[in-house]
């Protein structure tokens, strides 16, 4: 498997009128062919700052990019001009958003958003556009005959499928999911998920997927990169993450799941919040949180340490385990 | 949708006839004597009196509106007092001025209103956005005849560009005429537009929808007019519709600045000669062409938001 996408060292920094909030402090992850990479944290954890920053969408003003590369099929999005980045906008990557309900366009019909999408990247007709947005519509589930409808007509999972339609018309090699079945009940997000891997696995696209849910991850991905008060503490292969996690914030996440074997009265959760994006803790930013903190946590960042098979931890605590000791 | 634009065209009848009643019945409480306006001080008791009854001036008030009515229907306001004209021909003389007058205002408000305002949004709180907020705000503080006199001032007196008043008989004179009235009742209009247009750009920039449609890799101009603007239309139009609505009635004082043979001039003309029904005569014209403005502007929704007509067909 080729690596698609190469994020190094990414900042993304937000400058407000109170403060600068520090969304991204140097991210590095990586994407290969074909592979789903599941990207977990909590909410402010900077997930969604990421996937628009790969998107070259960081609002500007106030977002800045202050370091890093973004390196897509060895192209580096983060200097590409307008019209560059746009041919990759669509064509190579797209993106479903968090929200079906606000992620269309409500005075355009569904079918002409999607055979935007493929006006843009491809010199067909209007026609032809038309027919290969009627059958994204029919792969995604939903009858061409609604072609001429609008937004408003289709039910919250209906419209996720046409946000995916769009998203998946021009065959790109990466799909940036954020979020995408938070807005949505419980058994339309089984739908749209079972939807969603079996059309990534016909058309071998790499996928992103941006969630909070544990559940989703171990369901859907094959690697998982944890993310925290931006920078990516633990990665790893779902296994590794899941059966062999080493860094306290993900033990503290995954024992925050509610058993269904134990009769428990309380669940359980990580002391404490989210450290605050415009003052970050010096050193170790869940240091404050950590049961396992040790004096150097507080005034020291720890970096990345590499473990077996490719899973990597950002704790002193695997100093000494880590290959490179 | 059109058993929709039936009811909004019916639904006029009542809302014209109360606004003439209501018009009717202020009216009648001025302390104006029609009789004593027409024969002015020749008039003996008896020959006033026997004018009333000419008028129909001695019947109550609600026959005289009945009957007023009645004859609004043939088309028939009446005569004027002063100079004994047909009221209807009068207005209808003055009417397409005022129209050329509301009509260029309102386009030179368009043209300049909508892309300033769709530049500003786009460029918030640059130095281009902060120099269109500051301007706007002072075309719609400024009032229409001291801009239409600064006007005056600058083009006709001092430079001698352009006619100071009265409208010209060809069209290139007309043309000529109209530069100065038109862009100071445009003043206004156009500080609206912007600033409406600047905020409900604003709204819809944030929309998640602007961001799926960018990560499309549409262009940048796309964006913007495809699926922003057409998003932030509704109360533009709106916006548009009201000042068309208010400026069909006739820019009063500008037309009086400019001595433009419109039916705002023609308003005042007949309130200083207490001329009783030619100012209702105009009253009814104006909220006619209001209201019609309004049913336009209301039946444009529909085509502008899909939302909206759903909810019509029901």
Redesign the interface.
Known sequence: MGTLLEIKDLVIHFEMDDGVVHALNGVDLTIHEGETLGLVGETGAGKTTLA?GI?G?TPRPPGKIKSGEILYEDRNLLTLN?QEI??????HI??I???PM???????TVGD?IA??IE??DRISKQDARRKAEEMMEMVGISCERYPE?A??FSGGMKQRI?IA??LACNPKLLIADEPTTALDVTIQAQVLEMMSRLKSTRNTAMLLITHDLGIVAQNCDHVAILYAGKVIEYGTVRQVFKQHLHPYTKGLLGSIPSLIEDVERLTSIEGLMPDPVNLPQGCAFSPRCAHAMERCFCEAPPLYLMEDGHSVRCFLCEHSSKEA | MYRYILKRVLLLIPVLLSVIFVVFFIMSLTPTDAAEVILGNDGTPESLARLRQELGLDKPLLVQYVNYVRNLLKGDMGTSYRSGLSISEQIFDKLPNTMILACSAVLIAVLIGIPAGIISAKKQYTAFDNTVTFVALIGAAVPGFWMGLMGVLLFSVKLGWLPAARMGKTLPLLLKSLILPAFTVSTNTCAMITRQTRSSMLEVIKQDYIDTARSKGVKESVVTFRHMLSNALIPIITVIGLQIGVLLGGSVITENVFAWPGIGKYVVDSITNRDTPAVLGCVVVISVLFSLANLCVDLLYAFVDPRIKSQYSK
């Open positions: 628009k998107m969408l307008d746009r041919e990759i906008r669509g064509r797209s993106m958003f968090q929200d606000t992620s269309l366009n409500p005075v355009m958003q935007e999408v843009t990247h609008y408003h007509q946000v769009i998203a």
